[in-house]
């Protein structure tokens, strides 16, 4: 009998071996496959044990995003709090159990939950884990000024639209506000509230700034100008006779203003073409440059790739030709594209206000384009800085000459064309109005793109305000733009 | 020889203790210094229990005692995080476990053979036990299959009584007809269809898939040692299979677990039953499995610490129901990671090895057949549960040995290791003379 007995024991002892087995196959070889399953509510949890990084305006004190904890089965969890509210929602975005991530607490989830690769993150994270304490995450201070974006978000109200202002220096980004916006509070537990508006454009969670498309309009005309100097082909003195309208494929393409009475100022230049913003001076430099010219000065200054930012690359979108919905960047742009109309920035144009103000910064920084940036700082939990800020040029899409011809021409603008409504008392501005059809009676979106000071500038601004009736660049955009600019330079 | 015992005891005090001081340093929160009494109890119940072995099986064998209470202590610390309120209840069953083991233990303490007389009398009983939950108002169908009675509040499922018993019954059976049943003749093979078909039955109307593979096993490996015939093994292993498939094949219950097991996750909705619409399969039939794998994943080696686990979701529910009784497995796994359960394995496999060794030194065919039976259903039914669990078998409900929360699992695994040493008392005291 003792044969069978060490028989049933050796079995007994293999079942309960195979058992180990299967525990050590689960633990370690479908670990990571477990992990990522969608429905696994323990690694969802897990997410809300840390304590994640908090956000910080560029004042390093205005708390933008913080944790508020809970005690649920004995754990602490930590839900995010937003106590600006609306003001950087759009920016910030939210991070919640229901809704995911979005905004910079997707694109800088590594870094807010510490699990970011740096070797000193690293290394305390793993501390924090195998003492078994809470893992904290490292806290972001944005560039952006608190002050000046309450007011950008002030100014905008009632209204739909965006202002983006950037250090055209550096590229540090001073203000992202868009119109309408949410409470990113309001996001887990009431998402139908938070997503209400009673504006008619709708879509309060898109950040207009940097994923709206609206038609430049005029503003575009800073890129033809561009183009024209920076060829050669033209000088700001070169002379135009304006009869009105513009002869394009037979067709007569009148000026802006009053179709009844179109404003026709005869013989001009190009300087004073910009100035007030004559459609058949620009229509003449876009036939003779050439639509593929334009377009090629268009992409040096950053159209058609995504504006480079921290935020989420599904947050953002390329500026460009737009064909039924779809970016359209033409083959043979002398005849898919009609010149004329590209060139004061009508054609099938589409631009973010990001863009724009990018196009304005470059002007201002004699044409080098530095690329814009939300993130100051990273600093971790003990207070060291992770990273910070380094400037980083883009390109140089025009010469430093044509900039410099490009700025007068823009303070013209300020000082007695389109945009007077802009003026500072003591400081030059440099601006470039923008008033775009939208189809629909006169019903337009308005533009204002500016820097100042016009010699040295510390700040560029783009501003669009959409569906105005009878509204203008110079009456509706360029207002905002001054007190914007105002509050950042004091 | 109780020397050794009262050293592991000890270590094992120490053990519990720094269990328990640490869900309380973990969970400070939600349990109070009430915690550390716990193990000071604990350790007082095992002192008593050791006493007794003294007085009653001074030449029984050291270790099974202190790994059953290792046991019962790692399966009472993680109650005791999980839901502090079922550990008082469990404690409390533990108390009335050791008090019936120590009865055992003096009653039996001449000679526990003379069960064998009554051997008919236990095997019929076992069965009695076994249908009991079959009886209208006091049966219960708990997760799809009929195990419990109930008498009010007081739940019992009298199936693991019933495994005790079967193994006594079967060990007095088989010595006295060991002899004819190895001839093989056709007639003796009664017994074993009469089993069969009882273990088919049983299964059929419980729907207790666990359990019939539970007594049917311990059934064959008795067989086994008992006539040394490894054709009758085959051929009752083939029977078995014949017989779960025809049960698979007329049982929803069944079939709805064999699925389960072979495709937990689906990636297209398929109809749910619980709903009635339809689901990912995760979310709906298999979610309980599931959700306990994504638990052991977890834990990954080192374990996230006792009192340290994820068992709720950030609003506070559940994550896996049945999580102390069933599934207690998943949540050890989780806190104490592979390096826990696998020791936790070992000691299990410790616990058998003793068992066996037991069996080995009996002199008499009535004791190795008992303490062999009692031993490998102990390994079986931790197999099952665990083996369930770790999708190695389909899943089915049943206790972990001393670790699951349950009075009726406590009490019978106390019975069990009575049992052992009892037959290991007299085994050792006559090998000393």
């Known amino acids: ?490 | 020889m109780r020397n050794r015992e009262l050293a592991f005891l000890i270590v094992v005090g120490v053990l519990t203790a720094i269990g328990f001081a640490s869900v309380y340093i973990a969970r400070q929160d939600v349990v109070s210094t009430a915690s550390l009494t716990y193990a000071g109890f604990f350790f007082a119940l095992y002192i008593a229990a050791h006493l007794v072995t003294r007085y009653a099986v001074p030449f029984a064998d050291p270790y099974l005692l202190p790994i059953a209470a290792l046991l019962t202590a790692m399966g009472l610390t993680e109650i005791y995080r999980l839901r502090p309120g079922d550990a008082f209840r469990q404690a409390i069953w533990i108390v009335v476990a050791v008090a019936l083991f120590a009865a055992t233990l003096l009653l039996l303490r001449r000679d526990y053979r003379r069960l064998e007389t009554y051997k008919y009398l236990f095997g019929f009983t076992a069965i009695g036990l076994l249908l009991l939950p079959i009886l209208p108002v006091i049966g219960l169908t708990v997760n799809g299959a009929r195990l419990w009675v109930h008498f009010g509040s007081l739940r019992f499922q009298p199936g693991e009584l019933a495994k005790i018993m079967l193994i006594v019954f079967l060990a007095g059976y088989m010595r006295e007809k060991r002899e004819v049943l190895a001839q093989g003749r056709l007639k003796d093979w009664g017994p074993l269809l009469v089993i069969w078909l009882l273990a088919i039955l049983v299964l059929l109307e419980t729907r207790d898939l666990g359990g019939g593979l539970l007594y049917f096993g311990i059934f064959l490996a008795m067989l086994y040692v008992a006539t040394a015939r490894i054709a009758y093994v085959a051929v009752g292993l083939g029977l078995f299979l014949i017989g779960a498939v025809g049960v698979w094949k007329v049982t929803p219950h069944v079939q709805d677990r064999v699925t389960i097991w072979l495709h937990p996750w689906t990636v297209h909705k398929v109809y749910c039953p619980l709903s009635g619409g339809p689901a990912l399969r995760q979310n709906c039939q298999s979610f309980q499995l599931v959700k306990s794998l994504y638990s052991i994943g977890n834990g990954q080696f080192g374990g996230t610490g006792l009192g340290k686990g994820t068992f709720a979701t950030t609003s506070g529910a559940p994550i896996i129901p049945d999580l102390n009784t069933d599934f207690i497995y998943s949540a050890l796994a989780q806190e104490l990671g592979l390096i826990g359960v696998a020791a936790l394995l070992l000691v299990y496999m410790i616990f058998v090895l003793r068992g066996m060794r037991i069996a080995l030194l009996a002199q008499d065919g009535f004791s190795k057949l008992a303490a062999a039976g009692l031993t490998f259903g102990f390994a079986l039914q931790t197999f099952i549960i665990v083996g369930g669990i770790l999708r190695l078998i389909p899943l089915t409900g049943i206790t972990l040995p001393f670790v699951s929360y349950g009075g009726s699992s406590v009490v019978a695994n106390f019975l069990l290791l009575a049992g052992l040493l009892l037959i290991s008392n007299r085994a050792n005291r006559e090998a000393l003379r």
């Open chain 1, 1 to 490: 009998m003792n044969k069978q007995v060490t028989h049933i024991g050796i079995a007994a002892l293999v079942l309960l071996a195979a058992l180990i087995v299967g525990t050590t196959y689960w633990q370690t070889w479908a670990n990571a496959g477990l992990a990522n399953r969608q429905d696994n509510e323990i690694q969802l949890v897990a997410q809300f044990t840390i304590k994640r990084g908090k956000v910080y305006a560029s004042d390093g004190r205005t708390l933008l995003a913080t944790n508020v904890t809970k005690k649920v089965g004995g754990q602490t969890l930590y839900f995010r709090r937003y106590p600006t509210g609306p003001l950087f929602s759009d920016v910030v975005g939210y991070s919640t159990q229901s809704r995911n991530r979005t905004g910079l607490e997707q694109s800088y989830n590594d870094f807010l939950t510490g699990s970011n690769a740096n070797l000193d993150t690293v290394f305390r994270s793993t501390l924090d884990k195998l003492k078994g304490t809470t893992v904290t995450g490292n806290d972001l201070v944005l560039t952006i000024r608190p002050e000046a974006q309450a007011l950008a978000l002030r100014l905008l109200r009632g209204k739909c639209g965006a202002v983006v202002a950037l250090d055209p220096r550096t590229g540090r980004v001073l203000v992202m506000a868009t119109s309408p916006t949410y409470n990113p509070n309001l996001v887990e537990k009431r998402f139908g509230l938070a997503t209400r508006t009673n504006l008619p454009c709708g879509a309060p969670l898109l950040n207009r700034a940097t994923a709206g498309k609206y038609p430049p309009g005029s503003t575009f005309k800073m890129v033809t100008a561009a183009a024209a100097l920076d060829t050669g082909r033209f000088t700001p003195d070169s002379p135009f006779y304006d009869p009105g309208y513009c002869e394009e494929y037979g067709k007569r393409v009148r000026n802006a203003g009053n179709p009844e009475a179109p404003e026709t100022f005869g013989n001009v230049n190009l300087s004073t073409g910009f100035e007030h913003s004559i459609n058949s001076v620009f229509c003449n430099v876009g036939k003779t440059l050439g639509a593929g010219v334009v377009l090629d000065y268009a992409k040096r200054f950053g159209f058609y790739s995504l504006p480079p930012l921290e935020t989420p690359e599904g947050e953002r979108v390329a500026s460009g030709l737009y064909d039924r919905g779809r970016l359209f960047d033409p083959k043979h742009p002398d005849t898919q594209v009609d010149p004329g109309r590209l060139a004061f920035g009508q054609e099938r144009l589409a631009v973010t206000p990001l863009q724009m103000a990018m196009v304005a910064a470059t002007i201002g920084n004699h044409g080098a384009t530095m690329r814009p940036q939300l993130i100051e700082r990273v600093i971790s939990p003990s207070g060291k800085t992770i990273t910070h800020l380094k400037p980083d040029q883009l390109g140089q899409p025009i010469k430093r000459q044509t900039a410099e011809e490009l700025t007068r021409m823009m303070q013209l603008v300020v000082t007695g064309g389109t945009g007077t409504a802009a003026q500072i008392p003591g400081i030059s501005v440099a601006g470039k109005t923008g008033t775009a059809e939208v189809g629909r009676g006169n019903i337009h979106t308005t533009w204002f793109a500016a820097f100042a000071p016009a010699n040295a500038p510390r700040v560029a601004i783009a501003v669009v305000v959409e569906n105005q009736l009878n509204g203008f660049g110079g009456t509706i955009s360029a207002p905002i733009a001054k007190q914007v600019m105002e509050a950042l330079l004091r």
